[in-house]
T-cell receptor, first 111, second 114 residues
Framework: GENVEQHPSTLSVQEGDSAVIKCTYS??????FPWYKQELGKGPQLIID?????GEKKDQRIAVTLNKTAKHFSLHITETQPEDSAVYFC??????????FGTGTSLTVIP | DAGVTQSPTHLIKTRGQQVTLRCSPI?????VSWYQQVLGQGPQFIFQ???????GRGNFPDRFSARQFPNYSSELNVNALLLGDSALYLC?????????????FGEGSWLTVV
């Protein structure tokens, strides 16, 4: 099956700086990669996603890049704000009707 | 528009008991998936249902079962509860099957087994 690794496990940045979270996957058949933000006591919320036929996607301050050859994808958050503080999960989808999630990155934005 | 709704939000059960968790998908969504999230970990896939049929099953014991109803809502049942079943149980819905389709999570049901 698929194995998704996520780094770092914790990340602290100053408000206004950028944050980068990286994930690698093992199965070259994976073709869809969403990112979720989970606030304390809540369910994961989709923030951005990318499909294997695209190399980069942006949505305001958030961007995701995908390198299929190296089998890794990254989340970039620019101009971070305190409300960006949360746990972020990457995921990969291939056949089998299931998503495989990373272990999460706890992001703290320091005002 | 209502998102994915789950009930109950919190519950405490004793080892050996049985629990039923409920989920209503986003209106128009026909697929429901269940995930278990242990504290400090990412969600782990349990089941996926589409059009009332099981379309995927994760690596969980037979104590875990689920079903989907004609209105596309779903129930997850766990029998003979163990302490290790304590977790956040997440339901996610998608328009069709999860075949590359985006899944949207509910707020989850927190299960504590004592």
């Amino acid at each position: 099956g698929e194995n998704v690794e996520q780094h770092p496990s914790t990340l602290s940045v100053q408000e206004g700086d950028s944050a980068v979270i990286k994930c690698t996957y093992s199965d070259s058949a994976s073709n869809y990669f969403p990112w979720y933000k989970q606030e304390l006591g809540k369910g994961p919320q989709l923030i951005i996603d990318i499909r294997s036929n695209v190399g980069e996607k942006k949505d305001q301050r958030i961007a995701v890049t995908l390198n299929k050859t190296a089998k890794h994808f990254s989340l970039h958050i620019t101009e971070t704000q305190p409300e960006d503080s949360a746990v972020y999960f990457c995921a990969a989808y291939n056949t089998g009707n299931q998503f495989y999630f990373g272990t999460g990155t706890s992001l703290t934005v320091i005002p | 528009d209502a998102g994915v709704t789950q009930s109950p939000t919190h519950l405490i059960k004793t080892r050996g008991q049985q629990v039923t968790l409920r989920c209503s998908p986003i209106s128009g969504h026909k697929s429901v998936s269940w995930y278990q999230q242990v504290l400090g970990q990412g969600p782990q896939f349990i089941f996926q249902y589409y059009e009332k049929e099981e379309r995927g099953r994760g690596n969980f014991p037979d104590r875990f079962s689920a079903r989907q109803f004609p209105n596309y809502s779903s129930e997850l049942n766990v029998n003979a509860l163990l302490l290790g079943d304590s977790a956040l149980y997440l339901c996610a819905s998608s328009l069709q099957g999860t075949n590359g389709n985006t899944i949207y999570f509910g707020e989850g049901s927190w299960l504590t087994v004592v």
